[in-house]
């Protein structure tokens, strides 16, 4: 389909109810289990001058969400394996701090965790065997083991964990394009992530985006080749769930992600979400939250 068009869901159970209109949230699903293992219970939001992890932190969400946090008055500290490399990307500021650390290595993480409002997950790897997998850069590795890692470093009290995972995830064995890209397990091993953040009783936020467009382009698939960018799809369209497709703005996602942990009600909900025709919210705080809301 192309951006803009009329959104087939997938499965109409799954985003009842969901207008083709800008800004459009479906209806209300069930949110995950409530803090358990022991646990302690977190306040539900993350404030300005509070800290948020952002794993992932040289990926194109990663740099532009941590430039949004930093922007809102969050101090970012940048999970990161080249600390020097995320330094040049990232530049130097008071309120951001580099920690050199690998998820598939859980010794790694106590410390980048430590004293931790937010952890933001924004990794992730290609569908597809490319450059990005040598060092063991797999989708279950990446998407699954890394993901799980960090949920399980997560410190006691944790206010969110906002994890970006994609669509398709819930269809990937339905007959679609989902099929394909899941043939090396990219979506299956993203849903396992995402499950291993719902079961874990940490407060959680999950965006499932569309195709990504917009820079920095830092992957090796066909939007980096075609510098896909938004252009006039400036607005976001959201429903619960997984009955999206299209495209989605990396600029739209991250200030969507920089917006969500700032909002109790987002605590608990699987968002999909798409870039769509118009002038969108843009970094208008009060308009994000009308977005995520849900009645």
């Known amino acids: 389909m192309e951006p803009g068009e ?11 109810g969901l207008g083709m209109r800008r ?7 069930p949110r995950g289990p409530g803090p358990r293992g022991g646990r302690a219970a977190a306040k ?4 300005p001058g509070e800290t948020v992890l952002v794993a992932g932190a040289t990926g194109g969400v990663g740099q532009l969400l941590a430039a949004k946090l930093l922007q809102k008055g ?3 500290r940048a999970l990161v394996r080249d600390p020097a490399k995320a330094e040049t990307l990232l530049g ?3 309120a951001l701090e580099f920690v050199q650390g690998d998820l598939r290595s859980p010794a790694d993480l ?4 430590a004293g931790v409002e937010g952890i933001c997950c924004t990794t992730g790897t290609t569908a597809f065997p490319s450059a990005r997998w040598k060092g063991n850069n797999t989708p279950e590795m990446t998407d699954f083991v890394g993901v799980k890692n960090l949920v399980n470093a997560a410190p006691a009290g944790l206010s969110r964990f906002v994890l970006v995972s994609s669509v398709g995830v819930e269809r990937y064995e339905q007959p679609s394009p989902y099929m394909i890209l899941n043939l090396f397990g990219v979506l299956e091993n993203k849903k396992k992530g995402e499950d291993a953040l719902v079961a874990s009783g940490v407060p959680y936020t999950i965006f499932r985006p569309g195709r990504l467009t917009d820079g920095p382009y830092t992957s090796y698939d066909l939007n980096t080749l075609l510098q896909g960018i938004a252009g006039e799809r400036q607005d976001v369209t959201v429903a619960l769930g997984d009955c999206l497709d299209g495209e989605m703005s ?10 969500a942990i700032q909002f109790e009600h987002t605590s608990g909900q699987t968002y999909c979400c798409m870039s769509v025709d118009g002038d969108g919210p843009g970094e208008d705080a009060e308009k994000w939250s009308a977005m995520l809301m849900v009645e």
């Not at 800004?23 to 699903?29: D, K, L, Q």
């Open 44 to 47: 539900a939001t993350v404030r």
């Open 6 to 16: 009329r959104v087939e869901s997938g499965d109409p159970t799954v985003c009842q």
């Open 250 to 259: 990396r600029i739209a996602l991250a200030e969507g992600v920089a917006n």
């Open 92 to 94: 130097a500021q008071p």
């Open 74 to 76: 969050f101090r970012v």
């Open 110 to 113: 106590a410390r980048a965790t």
């Open 23 to 29: 800004g459009a949230v479906a209806a209300s699903r």
